[in-house]
């Protein structure tokens, strides 16, 4: 039977089916490398669809522990893929500015953030799976030790974060045209995702049955968490549905090449972002990648098709 829950789930996947293929136009529209942002995107839709997916599969198989685990453990980790995000589309402001303007934020700095993000974010998925543990033999799901750390990790760099959005802000004039829309975006979004940590430091560091992940109240959970969720990423994939997409800066020509006119094909390697790397290795990470052309060989086959052209002339 359909409950509420259910019909949570269900109204869950009828919104991030439609944000998962913007966020996924999004992703090829400007560079996974270039805005990591928007990847992150991606991984939250996939995290809410599936979860909603194991919530609607406990009413044929209510008996399974690991459903009621990972539609849990997917519902904590809603908070860091949006953190990530800001910070991808705060790496591009910081880019954007400092073409004109030297600033104290650093692109750098932002990686070190990202680090605790992803450091936090496994300690929440180990989190919950000893919880779930727990689950399956008290019937309570009650966060461990290291739910409670990861989420402090969390509480931390979303701090760090905003501090660093305020000083950015005072260089925001510098910004190239339209990227001003980018700040704008990223601090509507720090009440949605104040109101969503809240519910995450309840759910972890309190007793309380409402904010439980797996039997709580389902309108907390809903107000609280899940539409706090969606409005940031409404924000984010609106602004960038409105941003250009940035142009590959010239690649340096080769000392001693053949012809000093034609630039070197493909550049200098690009830096894949820190929780991009680590995310690549994770079996959603590897479920995207499996949908999304590897540049590295359509760039041999290219060189192979000069190869074979300059052969038969």
């Known amino acids: 039977m359909i409950g509420y829950r259910e019909g949570i789930a269900i109204g869950l996947i009828v919104c991030y089916v439609p944000a998962l293929a913007i966020a996924i136009f999004l992703a090829v529209k400007h560079g996974f490398n270039r805005s990591a942002g928007w990847f992150f995107l991606i991984m939250l839709s996939l995290a809410r669809i599936i979860g909603a997916a194991m919530q609607i599969a406990i009413v044929s198989n209510p008996t399974s522990i690991s459903l009621y685990t990972g539609s849990a453990i997917l519902t904590n980790t809603g908070f860091s893929p949006l953190v990530l995000a800001t910070l991808g589309l705060l790496s591009r402001l910081l880019d954007s500015i400092n073409r004109s303007k030297k ?36 019937g309570t799901f009650i966060p461990s030790a290291l739910n409670k750390a990861g989420t402090s990790l969390l509480v931390l760099s979303f701090a760090i974060t905003v501090l660093f959005i305020a000083i950015v802000s005072f260089d925001s004039p510098h910004a190239e045209e339209g990227e001003h829309r980018i700040l704008f975006a990223v601090v509507a979004s720090i009440p949605f995702m104040i109101v969503r940590l809240v519910y995450s430091c309840l759910s972890t560091f309190t007793h309380n049955k409402n904010f439980s992940l ?22 984010y994939e609106g602004v960038g549905l409105t941003l250009r997409k940035i142009p590959k800066a010239p690649a340096p020509v080769p000392v001693g090449s053949r012809d000093s006119s034609e630039p070197l094909q493909g550049g200098q390697p690009k830096k894949d972002n820190i929780a991009l790397k680590i995310f690549k290795y994770t079996i959603i990470g590897r479920i995207v990648f499996a949908f999304i052309p590897d540049k590295k060989s359509n760039d041999r086959d290219v060189e192979m098709q000069r190869q074979q052209h300059y052969v038969r002339k």
């Open 214 to 235: 797996i039997n709580g109240d389902e309108t907390i959970i809903l107000c609280v968490a899940l539409l706090q969720e969606l409005a940031v990423v409404i924000l």
């Open 103 to 138: 600033t104290i934020i650093k692109t750098s700095m932002l990686k070190l953030i990202e680090l605790l993000i992803v450091v936090g974010l496994i300690l929440g998925i180990v989190g919950g799976t000893e919880a779930g543990d727990n689950f399956s033999k008290t």
